[in-house]
């Protein structure tokens, strides 16, 4: 790896809160180390199109508690091409840009492995609410995305109550649990469903609030995963056959909004300050990671090829205690 000069950052995929965290951190760790910071507007499709502004101490100020990104993101179909790469890299020489910083999931650490590639010195930081990135145990925007949750919860745990109703509640994840599961258990639904498991309705949604109803248990609360899909249906199908009243919700984009949780600004504060250490320590083509609860740097290749499971534990947890 060259000289080190001048850093481009950008957010890319789904936005996520404490991405401007993130961003904040990057930025002001590499002025304090004296390179020039080049914020990147819309992702992959802003680094071929030139949409780059040079960023400063005070170009991040005020961002810390914001939801979304302040760079904006995009999804470019453009980029994955070769003559997408090619016209990014020709900006990114324009620009006399050496690194870059790529805040997004898998998908955007791919684009940045196929840049790294073609020279450029690039870093991956974990942003998105799903927790779906496989190297890393945590990402940014996750735990704003569950407090969000929960909160929603709650408030349907009152009405329900009132008058003794199932509800059932799909929240996002369309391949990955982890919202579902954790706040199946911190809501204590009576049953959660995840894409990675496959489920019997009348064993694993319908027995749990019959036994549950035998027990003395007035109201419901049933979890689905936005991959699992078919909140409706599902609760058509309690309310036959249970003949409890059931309502469906979906909670939606609502998830992916609001101001960053403490714990999303302090891992995007740490995990954004790290990426620039990395480089600086001389190290590029990594990603960010949270592995044993420490923060790590990985190969990019490596960390692609990871396969992150359902923690089975946690499902085994939330069965038991919703009896
Ligand atoms: P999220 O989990 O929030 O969806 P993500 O980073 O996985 O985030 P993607 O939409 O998969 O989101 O990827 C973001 C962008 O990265 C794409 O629009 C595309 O420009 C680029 N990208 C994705 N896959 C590849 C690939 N295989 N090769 C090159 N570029 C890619």
Redesign the pocket.
Known sequence: MGELKSIGVLT?????PGMNATLRAVVRTGIYYGYKMLGIHK???GLMHGDIEEMSLRSVGDIIQRGGTILQ????????TDA??EKAMNIANVYEMDSLV?I???????????LAARGMNVIGLP????N??SCTEYTIGYDTAMNTVLDAIDKIRDTSYSHERCSVLEVMGRKAGWIAINCGIAGGAEAVVLPENPFDIDQDIIKPIIDGRNRGKKHYLVILAEGVGGAVEIAKYIEEKTDIVTRATILGYIQRGGSPSLMDRVMGSRMGAFAVETLRAGRSNRIIAVQGGKIVDLDITEALNMKKGMDMELVELSRILAM
């Open positions: 890319s995929g789904g936005d996520a992702g992959y499709d993101t995009a999804r470019s179909a453009e980029f994955a997408g790469m790529v997004g999931g898998d998908g955007s650490y791919r684009g940045a492995k196929d942003g998105t609410i799903d779906d990135i």
